[in-house]
């Protein structure tokens, strides 16, 4: 073998040698990345799962504020009754609980006059029903326009509430669209009737005082059971 011959063969060893090397180096970079890959998955995952909780938490503070509103909701399912008054039936031979008569606003009569009976106050599960009648006492001309947010004057809004004395709780009439039963149609020398529904205090409660209308006597001690 002479020189030439013996330096071609060096070389090409050389070269052989330089190319597997640049194999392996290649295999250990894919191995890397693919390694950093996982990692990077890894790291994300949590974040997913982060991401999850605060759906979930959305969701669940959406589910709970649907679930408590609405008492006001429920009371109008419950029977409050901000529209006309019912017919007369049955309930007119009720005697009522308490009856107050007031001065109301009435164009072309300054006697005109508003008796209103409280004709029952019962507890169902969660709530306190009353039951209401209102007579229009009147030498005015009956036009159809007659109604309690019109005879109560000036002040219009005469707020409805029930005191639980026992625990010193106010409890506002429960409705979605109004606190008052001031919708009801009023027609003069007949006895319409209008229920309002409240929050019931606690089991041990048995009585419960309501104001009726403005600035007239409140029913004290009524029974709820």
């Known amino acids: ?67 408590n509103t609405n008492a006001s909701d429920n009371g109008a399912e419950q029977g409050n009754d901000s529209g006309e008054g019912n017919p007369d039936g049955q309930q007119d031979n009720r005697e009522p609980i308490l009856s107050v008569t007031t001065g109301v606003t009435v164009e072309g009569d300054k006697d005109a006059k508003l008796t209103i009976d409280m004709l029952e106050a019962k507890r169902e599960g969660k709530f306190v029903k009353v039951v209401y009648g209102y007579t229009l006492h009147t030498t005015a001309q009956d036009d159809g326009g007659f109604n309690l ?37 009023l027609t003069p020398g007949k006895r319409v009737y209008s229920t309002s529904v409240f929050a019931a205090p606690p089991e041990d409660v048995h009585t419960m005082d309501f104001n009726m209308w403005n600035n007239t006597e409140m029913a004290q001690g009524v029974e709820i059971d």
């Open 1 to 67: 073998m002479n020189k030439s011959t013996a330096s071609k063969m060096i070389l090409g060893l050389a070269l052989a040698s330089s190319i597997g090397l640049a194999g392996c180096s290649v295999g250990v970079s894919d191995e890397g990345q693919d390694q950093s890959a996982n990692q990077a998955s890894a790291q994300q995952s949590p974040q997913g799962e982060n991401t999850n909780s605060e759906e979930q938490a959305h969701t669940t503070s959406g589910d709970s504020t649907s679930n």
């Open 149 to 185: 947010w019109k005879v109560a004057g000036n002040q219009h809004n005469v707020f409805e509430y029930a005191i639980d004395q026992t625990n010193l709780n106010k409890h506002e009439r429960l409705n979605s669209g109004a606190v008052t039963n001031q919708g009801v149609h």
